[in-house]
């Protein structure tokens, strides 16, 4: 089994910075590609950035210039790194893996919680 873990979302004033992080465990494999969705009320779910294994990124263009995608191979984790907030950035913040399991040959997505981040004005 694979189990992913978010952690570092809270309430921000508008200009601050959060850090969420996002560790895989559990039966791995492989770890393809990490990255972070987010999902605003009244808004479909929606790509932040992600980035493979071998360190390609993909970005949305409303946080190119404020977050950056980093990844520890090693530990199976995934960070993201959000400065400048805006108010429009509340949402709640999930952590999605293309994931080979010990027990499968091929690769499935593995979806964390989710937590939230809420940026006040």
């Known amino acids: 089994q694979v189990q992913l873990v978010e952690s570092g979302g809270g309430l921000v004033q508008a200009g601050g910075s959060l850090r969420l992080s996002c560790a895989a465990s559990g039966n791995i494999f492989s770890v393809y590609a990490m990255g972070w969705y987010r999902q605003a009320p009244g808004y479909q779910r929606e790509l932040v950035a992600s980035?493979?294994?071998?360190?390609?990124?993909i970005r949305a263009d409303s946080v190119k210039g404020r977050f950056t995608i980093s990844r520890d191979n090693a530990k199976n984790t995934v960070y993201l790194q959000m400065n400048s907030l805006k108010p429009e950035d509340t949402a709640v913040y999930s952590c999605n893996a293309n994931i080979r399991s010990t027990q499968s040959d091929y690769p499935d997505d593995y979806w964390g919680q989710g937590t939230q981040v809420t940026v006040s004005s």
């Open positions: 980035i493979t294994r071998e360190g390609r990124i």
